[in-house]
């Protein structure tokens, strides 16, 4: 209850107030690369109204930002030289990632996301970032995650929770069916797939690099975890697969 004299912040309940701090640092959080950048990756979008002609619509998830500081932990966990691999982000959205990316010393990055709208905002940050990433071969596909087929090189793949395991296992399908018929060195990224994670636990050719079990960010509030992949050395198991992007 408001007293005399006091403001409006001050009568407020206090977890309103922590949830308002919260809200404010999220944000903050997020628009932090954007404000140095020129670009615009922060912004949320919700599922609903992401366009997409996709059948798989109702198992993807809303638009929402890696945060620059996880990404950067997680990718601490791949060993170098990175350029000599290539990142892939499934459902890459606006495309932070794959700025950060690029930054990070990838020479070869490609984004893919079933969402026209959400490619062509990622391509318009890409020709804003280019100019810092001269090196920096970086392309973003319109394509849907099941459809797509990973190139044959050695390379980093990326997921921050884009589908549900309705999508995620045919995907994850295709991976082994890649893996078999040409085997590489993969390592894999999960950010928030605690829901998906047992299909890349499952993945033979795989094994655990690192992993940060969920818990809340003490700066944003927002539950995070993640979990890192590198090659096990055996060769997956499974049919010649279909043909690959080269
Ligand atoms: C949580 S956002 C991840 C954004 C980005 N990877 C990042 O980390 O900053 C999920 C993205 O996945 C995309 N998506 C959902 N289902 C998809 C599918 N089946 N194929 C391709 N992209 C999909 C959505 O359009 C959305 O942009």
Known sequence: MSTPGSTGFSSMPSATLMRIRSAVLRMADKAAFDWRYGTETSNFVANAVLRTSSANKPFGIEYQPTPTGEFRRMLREVPPPLDSLHFLD?????????????????????????????????????????????????????????????????????????????????????????????????????????????????????????????RRSWLTQTLCEWKVYGPSGAVAEGDQGRPVIR
């Open 90 to 214: 499934y459902g890459c959205g606006k495309g932070r990632t794959l700025l950060l990316a690029a930054q990070a010393g990838f020479r070869r990055i490609t984004g893919l996301d079933y969402a026209p709208d959400m490619v062509e905002i990622a391509r318009r940050n890409i020709a804003i970032f280019q100019p810092r990433v001269p090196g920096a071969r970086m392309e973003v596909l319109a394509a849907d995650a099941m459809e797509f087929e990973p190139p044959t090189g050695n390379c980093v793949l990326f997921f921050y929770n884009p589908f549900n395991e309705k999508v995620m296992a045919p995907v994850v399908q295709n991976l082994r069916r890649s893996q078999a018929a040409h085997p590489r060195q993969w390592y894999v990224m999960l950010y928030n797939c605690s829901k998906c994670q047992h299909l890349f636990d499952d993945l033979q050719f795989l094994r655990p690099l690192a992993g940060r079990p969920r």
